[in-house]
């Protein structure tokens, strides 16, 4: 996969989100990046590695989930040759890798119990040992993490060390899902095909009005990751044709689908309150005409008077 380093997107919730990680670049501090799957948590890493004063020092990213428990140990703190079967010579590990410059822990939530605290006691004094090895290491390195899971939740249910998660949670990003940021994925899908298109020396498709809006609807689970591979899929399919709604994968044509932008908290909310806030919502937008404010909420005007009625809000 090309590294382009260059971050699609221009809705509010995107250039809002790069804005905060710009200052916080500037600082030192241990970030956490909090999304879900393929919303960009390693790119936005990258980003802030890149505005940080360390840009010129290393960028050193290890996935926690990819990696078995012994494993995940000896790449992140390195092992000397003979420390297990398998160690044929000495491993400096990541964390040495990553000196002067930016360790990404990615998908942090996935560290097995005796790495937690192997890496809490490294950020709280700036020393490890590699597998195998009495010495102690030092380094110097900047922190970023990442992670789709609910840490809190991890936490309570004790497959997360408190004492790491506050190590960690310093500064916390929400990263947005795709169908929360506006306006991007026309936006995404043109210059993803560019620039795939460029990379495969192929002609780029064209897309229907009717097909856009359908992708636009889409509620993109897997974000940024899953537009980026059915853009790469299209031009490969279509390379200089036309995609129309037809030509999409089933998932994405369900007719009549809306795509809704309100999302329940983890938290929870009382409908009821949001119904209120609605009906107020629809007269606010209408001026205070009832006949139209119904029809906003898909109401007639006396199902609309009557709710109001109830809530005591007329
Ligand atoms: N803002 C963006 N602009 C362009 N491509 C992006 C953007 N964010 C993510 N991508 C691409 O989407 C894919 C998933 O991004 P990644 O950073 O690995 O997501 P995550 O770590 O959250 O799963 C990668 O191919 C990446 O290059
Ligand atoms: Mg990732």
Redesign the pocket.
Known sequence: ?SQ?S????DSPQFTALLRSLQVASATDVTILLL?E????????ARFIHDNSARRNGPFVAINCAALPEQLAESELFGHRKGAFTGAVADNPGRIAAAAGGTLFL?EVAEMSAAVQSKLLRFLESGEYQRVGDSACQRAEVRIIA?THADLPARVEEGRFRQDLYYRLNVVPFQ?PPLRERAGDVPL?IRQ?TRQLAEHHQLEAPRYTPEALEQLERYSWPGN??EL?NLCERFLILFSGKTVDVGNLPAEIRIPGRKRWHVRLPESGLRLEELEQELLLQALEQTGGNQSRAARLLGLSRYAFIYRLKKYALL
């Open positions: 996969m382009d260059k971050l699609l997107g999304g799957s393929g919303t960009g948590k390693e790119q936005l990615d990442a990263v995404l993803l940024i990751r980026r």
